[in-house]
């Protein structure tokens, strides 16, 4: 069974730092991209950042400048580095990975989030 176990979230104040981790466990052929999303209350999930297997990274214009998404394809983890952090960053972060089982099918995988808040 895949898992995707995220960690790493809490409550910080603006202009802050926090670092999210997720590790994927459980038998499967390979990861192709990873990335994080997240959902503020009453709204939409949204892109926050993706990640591809050879390093390209995405992001969404929010994060932009203030977001850095890495990942250790050895470890099996894709970490999110988010700095200067502002209370409208307060959500619900999800990681996301896309699997190749060993079927070779590729599914998408979600974790069960965590929680990051930002203090005005």
């Known amino acids: 069974q895949v898992q995707l176990v995220e960690s790493g979230g809490g409550l910080v104040q603006a202009g802050g730092s926090l670092r999210l981790s997720c590790a994927a466990s459980?038998?499967?052929?390979?990861?192709?991209?990873m990335g994080w999303y997240r959902q503020a209350p009453g709204k939409q999930r949204e892109l926050v950042a993706t990640?591809?297997?050879?390093?390209?990274?995405n992001y969404a214009d929010s994060a932009k400048g203030r977001f850095t998404i890495s990942r250790d394809n050895a470890k099996k983890t894709v970490d999110l580095q988010m700095n200067s952090l502002k209370p409208e960053d307060t959500a619900v972060y999800y990681c996301n990975a896309e699997i190749v089982t060993l079927m070779l099918r590729t599914m998408d995988y979600w974790g069960k989030g965590t929680l990051v808040t930002v203090s005005s």
């Open positions: 459980g038998s499967f052929f390979s990861i192709k991209a």
């Open positions: 990640i591809t297997s050879g390093g390209t990274a």
